[in-house]
């Protein structure tokens, strides 16, 4: 069967460290816009953590929430595309086809997450920093959309060693970057069509909810809402 | 006659000022006319070699093609070789023949022989070709490169248009999904 | 004319005269011969060391081919190398566990940094100006031998490193002391050296503990962001996850006392605000060892909320406190942290436990720096105290009258710009490295790695660069290791013990767990509020502040990048007329500072508090000139017993200086969230 790639948050794991968002940086060329693009809200970070304060001092609360692209199912952003660089894969993801894309934004404008963002500019990496860029990914020129991609590179690696070694896929053999460095392992990616895996068992939590799930987008990113203690 | 005014107006700009077209508000994506213009038709100069490597004589003699272009199973790049390759073989092999001469002289001086790349997409195609899985489907080198052994330097023999690609997939039952090649 | 006609007219015409040019500038470049093997596109994993703190993270490295450009025999050209791409925990070690920090992950552009000092510099303009000129490695070497060779009393050689850097600390403690100089002198700006004074005194290990949180059910800790920026951060994560949802049924509850909202206390179910300073009387009252109503009048804690969480702390075992950050960060430090070993104590203990480690106790006199006066040569590694020491303990004044410094650093920072010579090493990747965890673990052990990479510059090694110094004096010394691998593999038996050279004064005879108030620098009728320096998760100390992707990392709590900010009460702020982002006059008795405001709901109306990490005059393009410094604000108020600095201690007044000037940069939109603000669009 196909697989159909979703993720776990457990926000009762989650410390708002950013290290999902270095590190996603750093797998995928994000480039550093600087801080006059920074302020014009320019910053590129495909994952984010949304952090909301509750009440009031003293008895205030605050709650962190890491963002990426939901993948969703019934995502606003294909439809608007009109070159189908953004539509959806057999396997469940959104994709972002960076030669299709003429930046017409009009993906950005209906994604209700804003998690799509545009290069205003062509990236600068001055030397050597370039020297670190993953070649396992594009580097995006002006004009286009990006936003997280579930790290499609190291889908497609871990799917091609799979079938070279003539075996499926194990559960958390594949793991997107934010994922692989979450030390508190808030982030978990897998299958959600093999009931067995990770994802899946987290996904059937009571605890778990979807974003903005009312507007009908079908997102693949199941939050695992923070407990309680009795 | 509108279109003749664009048109001449495109030749003055392209020859004119070196047709660049950056300045702090206004980044394209390719840096002058002439280059958006050879993306945009597909044009690209022939390779330029600084040695006519001649396949055709290597092969005659029992080269395969992973000799040289070793990791071509192991993953996504066949890559050029070094000098280094060269001199495994020519540090004792034809050590008299001019080109070889010409060889041996670059690796004494630790530079690498500039060759060019014959075959490859621009990057604003996003083309990510993995050769492995092509090689592991038993897909023969000639289909997509040619018949080396009838060239001396390698020529670009097979245009890699995508509809070439796909053409096969869809022969194979490849994926033919965008993202399996343009992520 | 139709469409076909102008296409192919512009095909004919406009383009053919521009493609004669290859027109691709690399293909200009020379290409050298590559010095290892390539095998293009696949990649290989390596192990290496994490060097950003003392936690001592194995990392994982994906190391794969690039070109990077390089000079061969005066001729520029690129070369293709196996160089690191991505850093990762390594999966198999028991601090980093496969995770790695933020910082961690930010490390690999210590490497690749464009404003790396590629190789040796001698000064080229006045002291301090941070202009230099490059010169080659056997002028430098040649240089500073001769310096050294040069010192009639080798105990005016000074050393200035950081603590807690594994075998590093060994080599220039071995230095020092076989050339006959004074110990290092090993200074950072959040040390936690009170508590491993304390920890001696209760458990005789002059040691940060290991918290076994996994285990744990009840967690209350004091003032320590172990979640975020201390101790060992990674593993603490790892084990916090397990402590939340690794058990079936079980769900541990942590308890956060501070005095400002730090990720910890955002990641944890109940956040108590304490008056600063006063954390250990409230760990005491929690231990039944002071009386509740008292700590509440000392705290500011409501009665029932102590005897709540006292009885909570009872029934959820097991249990443990966790004390470090501001609560140790005042003049009564000793007092707290042993506070709350007693608490522990009544917890019963058995969740805190101490990895295997040579500690190394070092007790700093209150000036740590008053030998610089007397300094005729100072050596300068790993070390920014002209940042990060207090203005008061004058560092600055200091360096501008040593007759000669030498730095090691990899850039040029507000300390080595004052350096006549540097002598860069390499980074970490590209070196032998070690660390000796501390903490985090109980299976930590020291490890160590070799280079995964080769240099990319003309760095050395600066081990190997001062066993080679060490070697060519003119009465040579010999180091215990033959070059910076032998260092990095060798077991250290227990590394200096400052104590010999600064004995402890005996305590005055007071109980241990006595209530000590803490003293602040400035009367409060002058100076209303507390001033709350914090380590910043993308800075920590201010060392990492140079990595652009630190930078612009939006900070968890604010969202900030780029920036320095002050945090305010939204009544105080509200008071005051200031909203996100305006002017705030920020002043001590060592003087003012002009930063952004942050309306921050997480923080009592009478105290405000800032990141360390801004406002270098010098660190790369990228943080220089940047912000402010809030350790330029910090008194000397020093902990009376072990000397350390008060950074806690210090009262500031704050006056709104203007409106918003577009220096804080904000990546979010809201403070609070309205779950249905989409509906309003």
Redesign the interface.
């Known amino acids: 069967m196909a697989h159909k790639w979703g993720m776990a948050i457990d926000q009762d794991r989650c410390t708002g460290c950013g290290a999902c968002v270095t590190a996603c940086h750093a797998e995928n060329n994000i480039p550093t816009v600087g801080a006059s693009q920074a302020a014009r809200g320019r910053a590129m970070h495909w994952i984010r953590v949304e952090r909301y304060w509750e009440g009031e001092f003293p008895d205030v609360k605050l709650k962190f929430r890491p963002v990426m692209c939901q993948q969703c199912d019934a995502a606003p952003c294909e439809p608007v595309c009109p070159t189908y660089a953004s539509h959806h894969t057999a396997e469940g993801l959104n994709a972002q086809v960076y030669n299709r894309c003429i930046g017409t934004r009009y993906c950005a404008n209906a994604c209700p997450y804003n998690v799509r963002f545009f290069d205003f500019f062509n990236p600068e990496w001055p030397r050597p920093l370039d020297a670190q860029l993953n070649p396992d990914v594009s580097i995006r020129e002006v004009g286009v959309m990006e936003k997280c991609t579930f790290c499609v590179q190291r889908i497609t690696a871990g799917e091609i060693q799979a079938e070279a070694e003539k075996r499926g896929v194990k559960d958390g053999e594949i793991q997107p970057a934010c994922a692989q460095s979450c030390s508190a392992r808030a982030i978990v990616f897998g299958d959600l069509n093999d009931p067995e895996s990770a994802v899946s068992r987290l996904a059937r939590q009571e605890r778990g909810t979807k974003l903005l799930e009312e507007l009908g987008t079908l997102p693949k990113i199941t939050y695992l809402a923070k407990q309680t203690q009795a | 006659m509108r279109?003749?005014v664009?048109?001449v107006a495109?030749?003055a700009a392209?020859?004119g000022s070196q047709?660049q077209v950056s300045d702090d508000v206004f980044?394209?994506?390719h840096r002058?006319?002439?280059?958006a213009?050879?993306d945009y038709?597909n044009?690209r100069?022939a390779a330029?070699q600084p040695i006519p490597f001649p396949h055709k004589t290597h092969l005659a003699k029992g080269a395969e093609c992973t000799d040289c272009h070793?990791?071509v199973e192991?993953?996504?790049?066949a890559?050029i070789p070094?000098?280094?390759t060269c001199m495994v073989c020519h540090s004792q092999i034809a050590t008299t023949k001019p080109l070889i001469k010409e060889v041996t002289a670059y690796?004494d001086k630790?530079?690498?022989i500039?060759w060019?790349r014959v075959y490859g997409f621009s990057?604003?195609?996003?083309v990510?070709f993995?050769h492995?899985?092509h090689i592991?489907a038993k897909v023969e080198c000639a289909t997509c490169h040619g018949d080396l052994k009838q060239m001396t330097v390698a020529e670009r023999a097979v245009d890699h248009t995508m509809g070439f690609c796909v053409n096969c997939h869809r022969q194979k039952n490849a994926p033919n999904?965008?993202?399996?090649c343009?992520? | 004319m139709d469409r076909r006609d102008f296409i192919k007219l512009t095909a004919v015409t406009g383009t053919s005269a521009a493609l004669a040019s290859c027109g691709n500038p690399e293909h200009q470049l020379i290409r050298f011969v590559p010095d290892e093997d390539i095998t293009p596109g696949i990649a290989e994993w390596k192990p290496s060391v994490c060097p950003i703190c003392s936690a001592g993270c194995g990392v994982n490295v994906r190391v794969m081919d690039a070109d990077v450009r390089t000079v061969r025999s005066g001729q520029a050209g690129v070369v293709r190398m196996n160089v690191a791409k991505k850093l990762e925990g390594l999966p198999t070690d028991p601090i980093s566990r496969g995770g790695l920090c933020a910082r961690g992950q930010a490390a690999i552009q210590i490497t690749y940094h464009p404003d790396r000092l590629a190789q040796p510099m001698k000064r080229d303009g006045a002291r301090g100006s941070g202009s230099f000129k490059p010169i080659s490695w056997d002028e430098a070497i040649a240089e500073l031998v001769s310096k050294l060779d040069a010192l009639d009393d080798r105990k005016a050689l000074a050393i200035v490193t950081r603590p807690h850097r594994g075998n590093r600390d060994a080599l220039f403690a071995a230095f020092a002391q076989r050339v006959g100089a004074p110990a290092p002198i090993a200074y950072e700006l959040f040390s936690d050296d009170v508590l491993r004074h304390a920890n001696a005194a209760s458990y005789g290990k002059a040691q940060l503990p290991t918290y076994d949180l996994a285990k744990a059910r009840y967690v209350v800790s004091f003032g320590a962001d172990f979640l975020g920026t201390w101790g060992s951060v990674v593993a603490q994560n790892a084990a916090f996850g397990d402590m939340r949802q690794a058990r079936p049924g079980v769900r541990g509850k942590l308890v956060q006392v501070e005095s400002r909202m730090t990720t910890t206390g955002a990641s944890a179910d109940e956040w108590v605000p304490v008056k600063p300073g006063t954390e250990g009387v409230l760990a005491l009252a929690l231990a039944g060892k002071h009386d509740i109503a008292d700590a509440e009048k000392i705290t500011g804690v409501p009665a029932k909320k102590i005897e709540r969480i006292a009885k909570e702390l009872a029934d959820q075992k097991p249990a443990v406190a966790i004390v470090g950050g501001p609560a140790l960060a005042h003049t009564n430090a000793l007092f707290t942290a042993t506070a709350v070993n007693e608490l522990n104590k009544a917890l019963g203990g058995e969740l805190l436990g101490f990895a295997s480690h040579n500690a190394q106790l070092s007790t700093l006199s209150a000036q740590p720096f008053a030998a610089l006066a007397d300094a005729k040569l100072l050596l300068v590694d790993e070390a920014n105290p002209v940042y990060g020491a207090p203005k008061a303990w004058k560092v600055r004044e200091a360096l501008e009258k040593i007759p000669y410094i030498a730095s090691f650093s990899r850039f040029v920072d507000d300390t080595t710009a004052y350096a006549d010579l540097i002598l860069p090493d390499h980074s970490f990747l590209e070196s032998w490295t070690d660390a000796a965890p501390e903490s985090g673990s109980l299976d930590a052990k020291p490890i160590s790695a070799g280079p995964v990479m080769k240099p990319i510059h003309d760095t050395r090694a600066t081990a190997d660069v001062l066993i080679a110094v060490a070697g060519k004096l003119k009465t040579p010394v010999e180091l215990p290791w033959k070059n910076g691998e032998e260092l990095a593999k060798s077991s250290q038996p227990s590394t200096v013990d400052r104590r010999q050279a600064n004995p402890a004064p005996p305590s005055a005879g007071r109980q241990p767990t006595e209530w000590t108030d803490p003293h602040f620098d400035g009367a409060a009728s002058d100076y209303p509020m507390h001033f709350l320096p914090y380590a910043s998760p993308a800075f920590g100390d201010g060392s990492t502040a140079h990595l652009p992707w630190l930078q612009e990392l939006p900070d968890p709590l604010t969202s900030a990048m780029w920036s320095s900010w002050i945090e305010i009460n939204p009544k105080t702020a509200e008071q005051m007329g200031i909203a996100d982002g305006d002017l705030v006059d920020v002043t001590s008795s060592q003087g003012t500072l002009r930063v952004p405001a942050v309306v921050f709901p997480g923080i009592a109306p009478d105290i405000v508090a800032m990141p360390v990490g801004q406002g270098h005059e010098h660190y790369t393009r990228y943080a220089s000139k940047r912000g402010a410094n809030a350790a330029s604000l910090l008194a000397p108020v020093t902990e009376p017993e072990t000397g350390t600095l008060a950074w806690a201690a210090t009262r500031v007044k704050i006056a709104r200086a203007g409106d918003a000037d577009g220096s804080l940069i904000l990546f979010a939109g809201e403070k609070y969230e309205k779950p249905h603000d989409h509906e309003t669009r």
């Open positions: 279109w003749v664009m048109a495109l030749l392209a020859c047709g980044t394209p994506a002058t006319i002439a280059a213009a050879r038709f044009v100069p330029q070793e990791t192991k993953g996504p790049i890559g070094s000098v280094k690796s630790g530079i690498d500039p060019q990057q604003e195609a996003h990510r993995n492995a899985p592991r999904d965008c993202l399996t343009h992520y």
